[in-house]
Structure formats: structure tokens, C-alpha cells
């Protein structure tokens, strides 16, 4: 099975090609010859009450990659790293969001973690966390890949099949965590040294129990070709 994966690797290499340079918007590409890819999207957030004094973290940094859907491509940006354009190049199918593998990958960690994402952007990539007094365990998400190149989403304690076109967001069970406040008061610190002009605001640090609901996001492309860009 292996070999016959590598094989049909060689073969979209080899027909698949492009000849020259091709553009992805207004900046040119510089490799075209990785061959069609199955591109499957899945994110996790969590919905909370709402509360303007939540400790957020904002979560920045380059994409390793985004969709072109006026070209029905895929194109790899100038910072992704070797190892991730490996998994492009030599994958038929790539799971990506939260890291970019290949299936089978176990979406969510494994292990429990100190804050929850709170909002995904494009790409299914998280974009803002809030911070938690103890730790959590993210409900078990895996992509699992079957024969014929079946792929199976198992989420806790169901199992369904992805569809190419499926775009679909679903709520998991209810979970309980105590998240991290931070409140700007009116108050100032009061120091005889310092000019009370200068003194800042006090902020009241304290936690809150709340129930967050989990929330899967996923996106089946089907096959796209590949394409990586030399800059932004």
C-alpha cells in the first residue's frame, strides 16, 4: 500500500507539472510540482459566557499556508518550514488547523493544557486563548485514514466519515473549567514617593467557573494542486 502511494506520487509529479512560473495573486510561485493533495481543515474552540475580563492571550504568526479557491490550489508560504512542505510533498491527504500532518493525527494534544482556545480563524488556526487555574483535558479528536483513502473523523465517543465539500461546525458535551480574570479598577496605588499623576491603575486579578462548550470545525477541500509562493 505504501508503495503504491509513492508511486501515484510520481506519476501526479511527473503529469502534473507546470512548465515556467505560475502566480498566486500578485507574487509569483516557485515550486508547482508537488502533485495533488486532499486538504481536510479541523479546529476546536470553546464558547463561554461572555465577560470583558478574561485573561486572553492573542495568538500570532505567519501561515504556513492558505487556500486560493479562485485557482483550486493550495499555496505553501515562504516561512514553512522544511519538514511541514514534507508533508505536502509526499502525503496525499494533509490534515491541517491546529499543525499540518498527515492522517492518521490526533488533532487535539494528548495531554492536559493551561488555556482553551476561544476563537479560529482562517485555516482553522486559533487566534485568541484564554488562560485557566487548572489544567484541562481538550476532548479526543483523530483523523483516521482507511482503504481507498477513506477518512474518518472520531470525535470522544462517535465515528463519521468526511466528505469532499463537507463544511461543517458540530458542539461537543458541556465541559466545567475555572479561566482567569483580570480587572482594570479605578483605583490607583498609593505611594508617598511617587507623584500621584504618575501612579497606574490597579488591577484585581482573581477566577471564575464557567461552562465551555467545545466546538468542532471542519472543511473538506477534496484535491487541490500545490504551489509555493518566495514572498508575501
Given at each position: 500500500?505504501?508503495?503504491?502511494?509513492?508511486?501515484?506520487?510520481?506519476?501526479?509529479?511527473?503529469?502534473?507539472?507546470?512548465?515556467?512560473?505560475?502566480?498566486?495573486?500578485?507574487?509569483?510561485?516557485?515550486?508547482?510540482?508537488?502533485?495533488?493533495?486532499?486538504?481536510?481543515?479541523?479546529?476546536?474552540?470553546?464558547?463561554?459566557?461572555?465577560?470583558?475580563?478574561?485573561?486572553?492571550?492573542?495568538?500570532?504568526?505567519?501561515?504556513?499556508?492558505?487556500?486560493?479557491?479562485?485557482?483550486?490550489?493550495?499555496?505553501?508560504?515562504?516561512?514553512?518550514?522544511?519538514?511541514?512542505?514534507?508533508?505536502?510533498?509526499?502525503?496525499?491527504?494533509?490534515?491541517?488547523?491546529?499543525?499540518?500532518?498527515?492522517?492518521?493525527?490526533?488533532?487535539?494534544?494528548?495531554?492536559?493544557?493551561?488555556?482553551?482556545?476561544?476563537?479560529?480563524?482562517?485555516?482553522?488556526?486559533?487566534?485568541?486563548?484564554?488562560?485557566?487555574?487548572?489544567?484541562?483535558?481538550?476532548?479526543?479528536?483523530?483523523?483516521?485514514?482507511?482503504?481507498?483513502?477513506?477518512?474518518?473523523l472520531d470525535v470522544e465517543n462517535s465515528r463519521r466519515t468526511l466528505?469532499?465539500?463537507?463544511?461543517?461546525?458540530?458542539?461537543?458535551?458541556?465541559?466545567?473549567?475555572?479561566?482567569?480574570?483580570?480587572?482594570?479598577?479605578?483605583?490607583?496605588?498609593?505611594?508617598?514617593?511617587?507623584?500621584?499623576?504618575?501612579?497606574?491603575?490597579?488591577?484585581?486579578?482573581?477566577?471564575?467557573?464557567?461552562?465551555?462548550?467545545?466546538?468542532?470545525?471542519?472543511?473538506?477541500?477534496?484535491?487541490?494542486?500545490?504551489?509555493?509562493?518566495?514572498?508575501?
Amino acid at each position: 500500500m505504501k508503495n503504491n502511494k509513492i508511486n501515484r506520487r510520481k506519476l501526479l509529479k511527473t503529469t502534473g507539472a507546470v512548465s515556467g512560473f505560475v502566480f498566486a495573486g500578485s507574487v509569483r510561485a516557485t515550486k508547482t510540482d508537488y502533485g495533488a493533495v486532499r486538504l481536510v481543515e479541523v479546529g476546536v474552540e470553546y464558547d463561554l459566557p461572555e465577560r470583558d475580563d478574561y485573561q486572553r492571550t492573542n495568538v500570532d504568526g505567519d501561515p504556513r499556508y492558505f487556500v486560493d479557491p479562485s485557482q483550486d490550489r493550495i499555496v505553501l508560504t515562504p516561512s514553512l518550514p522544511d519538514h511541514v512542505e514534507r508533508v505536502f510533498e509526499v502525503n496525499d491527504h494533509v490534515i491541517g488547523g491546529i499543525g499540518v500532518n498527515s492522517a492518521p493525527v490526533s488533532v487535539t494534544r494528548s495531554g492536559p493544557v493551561r488555556s482553551i482556545t476561544t476563537d479560529i480563524g482562517g485555516g482553522r488556526r486559533p487566534t485568541e486563548r484564554i488562560q485557566l487555574v487548572d489544567p484541562h483535558q481538550p476532548p479526543s479528536i483523530r483523523i483516521q485514514q482507511g482503504a481507498g483513502g477513506k477518512l474518518t473523523l472520531d470525535v470522544e465517543n462517535s465515528r463519521r466519515t468526511l466528505k469532499i465539500g463537507i463544511d461543517e461546525r458540530f458542539q461537543l458535551d458541556t465541559r466545567s473549567v475555572t479561566a482567569l480574570t483580570a480587572k482594570l479598577t479605578d483605583r490607583t496605588a498609593d505611594f508617598d514617593d511617587i507623584p500621584e499623576h504618575r501612579l497606574g491603575r490597579i488591577t484585581e486579578y482573581g477566577e471564575v467557573d464557567v461552562q465551555a462548550v467545545p466546538t468542532v470545525s471542519i472543511k473538506d477541500y477534496g484535491e487541490m494542486s500545490v504551489v509555493r509562493i518566495q514572498s508575501l
